[in-house]
């Protein structure tokens, strides 16, 4: 009989014939064979570390919270501000938040749903799942003060005046309660991003005593610091459905009205955020003074600032041009049907998310102004709303 090996893992069982030079020959032939062939197989290839960044940064919020856990190198990856501040540029997901009333301990519920499938889903009759539910442990009136990049801006006041302000971004599950501003009643409230210096304020305009266009008091807030700021005092007298600016190429814009030879007439202030200086805007034209302004709103559409007036949506494509304004539709008679429309500053195709104000009555509309079809109603509006970019961008500092 032939003699013979048998290999079994790292036991041989062989024939008393073999020598121990020929089973050491053997042996060796055989390592030889496993390690070249599948032990020692050259390792997978590697991807350049920039290529990891330039993948990971154009991906979903939800994705790159769980992808902290791959690893060490990820996890710092992930959590540096310059990469949050490159997948900002790059995110194309909008995000619908709304606040309802809850009768659960937690008196308020914040969700956050992306904008496609909201509209997707009103096309089957369904309801959007939320990607985020968060329950806010608040026991007062909770109402947004604005979004910016993906960080919402909330006030929860009682009767006596201001509770607390905080700054969350329901994505990453994160908030920065601001320093306590007192029981002044606020008027007007603004949030959004200074380029000049890199960060987020906040600025409230506090009722002034006496004389109502001389005495307000303006204060502002700078993330990462631990106070607030007087500046210049603000003259004008906010529209009553108009108390949030609107944050547009640095520059919080309010419609307001400014005494003029003791007539009022409406105008845009823009408060700088870099050098917190105020300017006014001109209305589109052919406007002039108008009497009564609960038929103006202001809005942002497609990152320019936006003005509703009656039924006529005018957008300024060059901010602080005013030969820029221009019509971009007029909302047909058959759906106004008496009421005032606001815009919820979303473009969904030719679609444009509007909201509708009659009777103390609000309703989301998607409205096609390409054909003048009055797409779908989401009903009465029972929650406050907010719709901004998904974002890893923290609220905690600067």
């Not at 547009?248 to 309010?254: A, K, L, Y």
Request: glycine residues 6%; contains cysteine; aromatic residues 12%.
């Amino acid at each position: 009989m032939l003699p013979f090996v048998r290999i079994l893992g790292n036991n041989a069982c062989f024939s008393p014939s073999l020598t121990k030079k020929t089973i050491a020959a053997r042996r060796q032939q055989l390592f030889g064979t496993l390690t070249s062939s599948s032990l020692l197989a050259p390792p997978l290839p590697t991807l350049p570390f920039d290529l990891i960044t330039d993948i990971l940064c154009r991906l979903p919020v939800k994705y790159l919270v769980q992808f902290r856990c791959v690893c060490k190198s990820w996890n710092s990856l992930i959590s540096d501000p310059k990469f949050a501040e490159k997948h900002l540029r790059l995110s194309t997901t909008r995000l619908v938040h709304t606040l309802t009333y809850s009768n659960l301990p937690y008196k308020y519920i914040l969700k956050s749903c992306p904008l496609h499938s909201v509209f997707n889903n009103l096309t089957t009759n369904q309801t959007a799942h939320p990607i985020t539910q968060l329950k806010i442990p608040w026991k007062h009136v909770v109402s947004f003060l604005g979004s910016c990049n993906g960080i919402l801006c909330l006030l929860a006041c009682g009767y006596t005046g201001f509770v607390t302000i905080r700054l969350w971004n329901p994505s990453i599950r994160k908030f920065n309660e601001l320093p306590y501003l007192g029981k002044q009643q606020g008027e007007m409230y603004g949030f959004g991003y200074d380029a000049v210096t890199n960060n987020y304020k906040v600025v409230v305009v506090l009722r002034g005593h006496g004389d109502f266009f001389e005495n307000n008091v303006v204060k502002v807030h700078t993330l990462g610091t631990c106070f607030w700021k007087s500046i210049q005092k603000f003259p004008f007298v906010c529209d009553a459905w108009q108390r949030v600016g609107k944050c547009v190429s640095g520059t919080i814009n309010w419609l307001v009205a400014k005494k003029y030879d003791e007539k009022i007439q409406h105008v845009i202030v823009s408060l700088d955020l870099g050098n917190e200086s105020y300017k006014e805007v001109l209305l589109p034209p052919d406007y002039g003074a108008v009497d009564g302004y609960i038929d103006f709103h202001l809005g942002v559409l497609r990152d320019c600032l936006c003005m509703v007036f009656g039924q006529d949506v005018w957008v300024m494509k060059e901010y602080g041009n005013k030969d820029s304004w221009t019509k971009l539709f007029t909302i047909s008679t058959s759906h106004a049907n008496h009421a005032d429309f606001a815009v919820v500053n979303v473009f969904q195709g030719d679609q444009v998310l509007l909201m509708s104000i009659k009777d103390y009555t609000l309703k989301l509309i998607f409205y096609n102004f390409r054909n003048d079809n009055l797409e779908f109603k989401l009903g009465v509006f029972e929650a406050t709303e907010e719709v901004c970019v998904e974002s890893l961008i923290s609220p905690c500092s600067s």
